[in-house]
């Protein structure tokens, strides 16, 4: 089966670059959709197709998809930043999510 | 704007069978290419997919669920449904249900608040 690797964990400061990798086998060759989840709360999309940002996510957010990395970058971090992310492809009639990526703003 | 709500019992006992419904609101279920899905999270863990039905019947499942999985579709009153059967603790976890878009690929553009089921006797 598909898998999506992330780092368990990225810690960035205020006003600085947060990168988040999600690796996969060719994932280059999918859509990647990114998602946040605060705590106690549902994901929300804040990437769909590799690179676009629904209506109401920040600019700071952006994504690209190539090889086998993806990246979730969050540009100017702030601290509303702080949240779990994960990637999520589609593989073989599979939804498959990335392992997740928790971001502390310190 | 379309909601998503998630009910059913919070305890479950081992070996029984999990039922949990999601009833939508602001929206049709029979909404052309949108599939309708559970998603579930372990405590302190990460997302995982348990499968999505369209409208009509066709469904997609995880393959490590699918021999203990079924997911219907009630379009009368607008809700879906899953159920897993012979649950052990492993599958304690809060349950998502969520609407799956498509384009290029599926994707989930809205999420339920998650019901927490935890198997225990």
């Known amino acids: 089966s598909y898998e999506l690797t992330q780092p368990p964990s990225v810690s960035v400061s205020p006003g600085q670059t947060a990168t988040i990798t999600c690796s996969g086998d060719k994932v280059g060759d999918k859509y990647l959709w990114w998602y946040q989840q605060k705590p106690g709360q549902s994901p929300v999309l804040v990437i769909?197709?590799?690179?676009k940002r629904p209506s109401g996510i920040p600019e700071r957010f952006s994504g690209s998809n190539s090889g086998n990395t993806a990246t979730l970058t969050i540009s100017g971090t702030q601290a509303m930043d702080e949240a779990d992310y994960y990637c999520q492809a589609w593989d073989s009639s599979t939804a498959v999510f990335g392992t997740g990526t928790k971001v502390t703003v310190l | 704007q379309l909601q998503l709500q998630e009910s059913g019992p919070g305890l479950v006992k081992p070996s029984e069978t999990l039922s949990l419904t999601c009833t939508v609101s602001?929206?049709?279920?029979?909404?052309?290419?949108?599939?309708w899905g559970w998603i579930r999270q372990p405590p302190g863990k990460g997302l995982e997919w348990i499968g999505s039905m369209y409208y009509s019947g066709s469904a997609y499942y995880n393959p490590s669920l699918k021999s203990r999985v079924t997911i219907s579709v009630d379009t009368s009153k607008n809700q879906f449904s899953l159920k897993l059967r012979s649950v052990t603790a492993a599958d304690t976890a809060l349950y998502y249900c969520?609407?799956?878009?498509?384009?290029?690929?599926?994707?989930?553009?809205?999420w339920g608040q998650g019901t927490l089921v935890t198997v225990s006797s």
């Open positions: 769909y197709e590799d690179t």
């Open positions: 969520a609407r799956m878009g498509h384009s290029y690929a599926y994707y989930f553009d809205y």
């Open positions: 602001g929206g049709s279920i029979t909404s052309s290419t949108y599939y």
